[in-house]
């Protein structure tokens, strides 16, 4: 029996990043940071993953350190980067990829 509608394509679309700078120092020299051209999208979200939960964990210290009100900002980003990382999860089908337990 032949398919009426045939198969699509299979997707030879490689996700990758674009080469982009950070670590300015506004304008007094040129940027020291960038993120490689062609770097493999699960490769970079992975590093993502880390440098969130390196800041969830300086940030937690943080909410317990600091008093009334200015810990309530502290737990919104706390709340923030806990998103984040939910997010990368679910984009690498990882259900291990959480903040703080």
Known sequence: MKKIVP???ASTLRRT????HFGTCHGSHPPLFAVCEEADIEDALVHLSA???????TNAQLCEMLPRPAANLAWATYQSL???QA???AMLN?????LGG
Not at 17 to 20: G, K, L, Q, V
């Open 82 to 84: 806990e998103i984040g």
């Open 17 to 20: 990043t674009a080469h982009t």
């Open 87 to 89: 997010l990368i999860g």
């Open 7 to 9: 198969d699509p394509p």
């Open 51 to 57: 440098a969130l939960t390196s800041a969830f964990e």
């Open 94 to 98: 990882r259900k291990d990829c959480k």
